[in-house]
Every structure is written in structure tokens, then in C-alpha cells.
């Protein structure tokens, strides 16, 4: 599945915005979903994901309660909504897939076959 992730911009700290990755393949609906970040300087870390079946969802602690992560399998697009922005959000945000990956796994990067290109995201105080 090949992977284009949008919605990046400027924001101010409170503030919001939606991430949007679509994926083009006949098999997304089987793919479990995640955001990872990567702020400079500093390793990609795990944001969020969802089951392939949308039922479960994971969050990183540093994001649970202010992200919400959704999907439409109908359009292929994932989505990112990020709420209560702290400048610490500050990074490059890509989406990525693996085929039936369990919750348990979804934080370990090797796991994912495909990634999009990332989009950045800057909160200013």
C-alpha cells in the first residue's frame, strides 16, 4: 500500500488540526494504521494507531486525550485529530501500515512496510 500523508501547518499552542493519510491498494482495510513523529534532533516515535478493523485504538501517553485517530476504509484515509496543541508536538508527522499488526506491537517501527512522506507540524507558543 503506498501512503501520502497531508494536513501539516502552523498552529498556535491550544490550537488544532487534522491529519489526513490516504492510501491507494485494494487491501488498506487489512492494514493496521499509525502516526509516528519525528522532531529534529530526536528519534521517530509512536503517536497513535488503529486496528485494521477500526475497533481499537493505541496512544502514546504524551498524546492520550488530546488525539483521536479515525478511519474510512470506503476513501482509504486514515485521520489524525489533534487537539490542545503544545509546542512539544513540534515535528515531521508520518503515517504507516502494517498488514494485521496487533496493538501490542504497533509502537516498534520495523513492523511497518509502508510509510507515507510526512508532514510537518509546528505549534507556536
Known amino acids: 500500500v503506498q501512503l501520502q500523508a497531508s494536513g501539516g501547518g502552523l498552529v498556535q499552542a491550544g490550537g488544532s488540526l487534522r491529519l489526513s493519510c490516504a492510501a491507494s491498494?485494494?487491501?488498506?482495510?487489512?492494514?493496521?494504521m499509525s502516526w509516528f513523529r519525528q522532531a529534529p534532533g530526536k528519534e521517530r516515535e509512536f503517536v497513535g494507531a488503529i486496528t485494521s478493523s477500526g475497533s481499537a485504538t493505541r496512544y502514546a501517553d504524551s498524546v492520550k486525550g488530546r488525539f483521536t485517530i479515525s478511519r474510512d476504509d470506503g476513501k482509504g484515509t486514515v485521520h489524525l485529530q489533534m487537539d490542545s496543541l503544545k509546542p512539544e508536538d513540534t515535528a515531521v508527522y508520518y503515517c504507516?501500515?502494517?498488514?494485521?499488526?496487533?496493538?501490542?506491537?504497533?509502537?516498534?517501527?520495523?513492523?511497518?512496510?509502508?510509510w507515507g512522506q510526512g508532514t510537518q507540524v509546528t505549534v507556536s507558543s
Open positions: 491498494g485494494r487491501t488498506f482495510s487489512s492494514y493496521t
Open positions: 504507516a501500515a502494517a498488514p494485521g499488526l496487533r496493538l501490542q506491537y504497533v509502537p516498534r517501527i520495523t513492523y511497518y512496510n509502508s
